[in-house]
């Protein structure tokens, strides 16, 4: 009983704590430019990124998780497709290369009360690569569902990261917000990560005909050729693996309620 009870009172601190936090969320835009190996194998990426994060009394810190989605890779073509009932048919078909990354996320503020507060922070969690195919039919127009789709390539690995960036209380340009309401946000952080396979439709190296050290096997689909009747493989991109390293470049807007 005594057991229970000292649990019970534990939860009601922590309940009391945190109530005392306020709560934020943000949304916007992510830029990622790989790093080190990945350099060589992938492109720069554009994504969302959306995070959620509970600040102390004293405004100096706070914890939360944070989710960055960003497409890094894309090609469009035009391949014979057979149906079930045997038929075929022009078909554009399009292979998406993706990554996403969700994370536990912590931040110090290095200033408070200013208009301007730069911080640092650290976050940890786990990265998913993969690559999607679609196939969808030309004359509809709105691509309002795709003929069919499918999972070329995933992997996924742990990562780290670590870096800083300024928030600006937008209540300075606009005098009816309240103070620390909304903010304008600009960050950067160095990702790190284990060994992962990931696929790119449009390498950086793709025109050279070495084949780079990093490059693990090549990526294929099948279509048919309706004069032959034959079903060949389509060659839709070469599957790369390194360590998981990237800048993250991110603008966004916060939103915190009130206390």
């Known amino acids: 009983m005594k057991k229970i009870l000292l649990v019970l009172s534990m939860l009601a601190c922590m309940h009391t704590s945190y109530s005392q936090w306020s709560r934020e969320w943000s949304m916007g835009y992510a830029f990622a430019n790989p790093t080190g190996k990945m350099k060589q194998n992938i492109n720069q990426g554009h994504g969302f990124v959306m995070d959620f994060h509970m600040i102390a009394p004293s405004d100096k810190y706070s914890i939360g998780v944070d989710l960055n989605y960003s497409v890094y890779g894309y ?90 960036g300024i928030r600006y209380d937008l209540s300075s340009l606009f005098k009816k917000l309240a103070k620390d309401r909304m903010s304008l946000n600009l960050s950067a952080y160095y990702t790190q990560g284990g060994t992962v396979n990931y696929m790119n439709t449009d390498a950086p190296d793709s025109h050279h005909t070495t084949t780079p050290p990093n490059r693990a096997s090549d990526l294929e689909a099948e279509f048919i050729n309706t004069q032959t009747q034959v079903i060949h493989k389509h060659h839709v991109g070469y599957v790369y693996s390194s360590f998981a390293q990237m800048m993250d470049y991110r603008l966004t807007l916060i939103f915190r309620s009130a206390r």
């Open 75 to 164: 090609d469009q073509s035009r391949q014979q497709y057979m149906f079930p009932d045997g038929t075929t048919a022009d078909m554009d078909v399009n292979v998406s290369n993706s990554f996403m990354n969700l994370m536990a996320s912590g931040r110090y503020n290095l200033i408070t009360g200013k208009s301007i507060t730069p911080y640092v922070g650290a976050k940890a969690g786990y990265s998913w690569f993969r690559t999607d195919l679609n196939i969808y039919d030309p004359n509809d127009l709105d691509n309002c569902a795709p003929v069919e789709t499918d999972l070329l390539q995933k992997d996924g690995t742990w990562i780290y990261s670590f870096g800083g």
